[in-house]
């Protein structure tokens, strides 16, 4: 897990969620099935939802060109990467939060750019 104490990547990050969040909100135990995201080079693509203790985060991506990405949150001042994935082509997996939160799933093209593909479900338990 990465801890980042910076305000610009931060407030940076912040911003992203929020005009993320302005799209088409997350519905537990629905995949959000997204076949292809063109990102610019050196740009960053992100999709974010709420999780909650005994929800699942299930993933799955696949670029052609190599991409950063992560999944994380918020916590003050500090940019919290449960996940982080250094120059990978595909990445799938299971997370399970600890916290409520907002957490975003975040990949950022290289010199190249990059053509993405991903899908994911919140598998949230009836309470």
Known sequence: ???????????AAAAALVAACAGKPVVPNEPRIVPKV???PYAVHEDCMELR????????FETIEPVKFNLHYHDGKLLVMPLTRDWVTADSGVYAPQIRQGYCLMWEA????ATLAYRYVVRRVPP
């Open 38 to 40: 063109s990102i610019a």
């Open 53 to 60: 203790p005994g929800d699942r985060l299930d993933f799955r």
């Open 110 to 113: 290289g010199l190249d750019g």
């Open 1 to 11: 897990m990465k801890l980042i104490p910076s305000p610009t990547i931060a407030a």
